[in-house]
């Protein structure tokens, strides 16, 4: 029989896919939120197979779209008494400013407001279960500054790096936040820098984003490799409590940027997006 439950975004391909098969390898009861349900459903083949564990699920979620991540809050709170592990591992860089169904900037939308509407929905879950949760954010933060949040939707000076890299700054700030708010109900939460993997990551990129990723290209690490710090934290027995809140690369913690540290910053990060996410909350 399972003995965790782990809900997991972004599973269908990359670090997300290698990190639900080792979970299920180890009899977690895998919830994998998709945005494409027919992959989904090829993936949840796949990890049977491969793990013999029939304990996963697909469940339609595209967090780009606030009503849809409310729907699939909705589903989990109607099929399951407590969540032991969230992984917020799904996100992506687009090229040219583009805007989510719901009128924000979409690097945000999917990397970091989606994500903070699913783990506030779920809190009941998350409280009950004394969950872990893992956000996948990146060294990409440390080319993001706070006054960043002053125009998070990117209106006057549009940069896909920079968009991207205040979308993994606001996971930082997030993980901080989690562990702060929620240490009570004991929730721990970790941000994780994967490391440069070889996945569709950014192939939509073109101009110097295109260079700078073929240039890349010969130190990528494997999804798999990518994967480690993820499945550690989410399978490992037992962490050391004091280690919540931290971000970690190659399974330890690792330093971020100074911008990282600024807990203004963080909390106003914590006002706008519960300002957003406050009609969609159930």
Known sequence: MPFRTTVITGATSGIG??????????????YLLVRNVDKGEALKKELVAQSGNRS??????????MESVQRAAT???????????????AGGINQTRKLSKDGYELTFAMNHLGHFLLTMSLMP??????????????????????????????????????????AKLCNIY?????????????????????????????????????????????????PRQGAETSIYLAGAAKL???????????????????????????NKLWQISEQLAAPFLI
């Open 125 to 166: 879950l998350l409280q009950k279960g004394q969950a872990r949760i893992v956000n996948i954010s990146s060294e990409a933060h440390k080319i993001a500054r706070p006054q960043l949040l002053n125009d998070f939707q990117f209106e006057r000076d549009y940069s896909s790096f920079k968009a991207y890299g205040l």
């Open 75 to 89: 589903e989990l709170k109607g099929k399951l008494f407590a969540i032991n592990t969230l992984i917020n591992n």
């Open 174 to 222: 997030f993980t901080k936040s989690l562990a702060e708010k929620y240490v009570q109900a004991g929730i721990t939460a970790y941000a994780v820098h994967p490391g440069i993997v070889s996945t569709g990551f950014g192939t939509e990129l073109g101009g110097f984003g295109k260079v700078l990723m073929m240039l890349a290209k010969p130190f990528m690490i494997t």
């Open 56 to 65: 996963i699920f697909v469940v339609h979620c595209n967090l780009a779209d």
């Open 17 to 30: 896919k290698e990190t639900a098969l080792a979970l299920a390898k180890i009899d977690h009861a895998l």
């Open 240 to 266: 050391n409590p004091k280690l919540s809140g931290q971000y970690f690369k190659k399974g330890s913690v690792a330093q971020t940027n100074l911008a990282a540290q600024n807990a203004s910053a963080r």
